[in-house]
């Protein structure tokens, strides 16, 4: 069973638009990540959080909210999307007490017009 | 400024040859680099990691190199195989970190 889910696994939306990209978790982890990959960037840190409640700005955290609502469950908000957000978004999980490797899902290809 | 860098965006090789992938680190505080590997639509995977105190570690096919004096390492894919053809990313951390530095990916291609 996979055990970090994202949906929806495709989006096009507007400039201007409203999106909510959402991300589950079946590993008890505490820490949850939100990504963006583009290519010639790599993987860049949007959000992450340690556990339900809880919100860390990351390094590319312009134009993103983020919430986590439950251990399980971590959202990323585009309020006003803008062509600069088309990417690919990436959730992941992790326990660093136990291991420093992060499970990732399998993606959300987001494309703004 | 990118604190772990992948010299190379893509690599082709034919298959059977040993395929290698260089990555560089700034930070020398860093202590752990592990390989993640991404198939096309689906997210990266861990492969293989190295520690700091050690100079190379393998498994199978997957051996990683470690020069902790020039901030460099490299994955040596050996025997490589067109189901090697993936994206590769190096990263980076350091102890009691939560967080893994990503460098950008090189795209290998592995002719058959």
């Known amino acids: 069973e996979a055990a970090v889910t994202q949906s929806p696994r495709n989006k096009v939306t507007v400039t201007g638009g409203n999106v909510t990209l959402s991300c589950r978790q079946t590993n008890s982890h505490n820490y949850m990540y939100w990504y963006r990959q583009d290519t010639g960037h790599g993987l860049r840190l949007i959000h992450y959080s340690y556990g339900a409640g809880n919100l860390q700005i990351g390094d590319v955290p312009d134009g993103y909210k983020a919430t986590r609502t439950t251990q399980e469950d971590f959202f990323l908000l585009l309020e006003l999307a803008s062509p600069s957000q088309t990417s690919l978004y990436f959730c992941a999980s992790s326990d660093p007490d136990i291991s420093y490797e992060q499970y990732f899902g399998p993606g959300t290809r987001l494309t703004v017009l | 400024q990118q604190q772990v860098r992948q010299s190379s965006q893509s690599l082709t090789v034919w298959e059977g040859e040993t395929a290698i992938l ?72 350091s102890s009691g970190s939560w967080q893994l530095i990503f460098g950008s990916g090189t795209q290998l291609t592995v002719m058959p």
Do not use: M
């Open chain 2, 22 to 93: 260089n990555c560089s680190y700034e930070n020398s505080a860093f202590d752990y680099f592990p390989w993640y590997q991404q198939f096309p639509g689906e997210g990266p995977a861990l492969l293989i990691a190295i520690r700091s105190v050690s100079d190379k570690k393998e498994d199978g096919r997957f051996t990683i190199f470690f020069n902790k004096r020039e901030k460099n390492l490299s994955l040596h894919i050996k025997d490589s195989q067109p189901g090697d053809s993936a994206t590769y990313f190096c990263a980076a951390t």
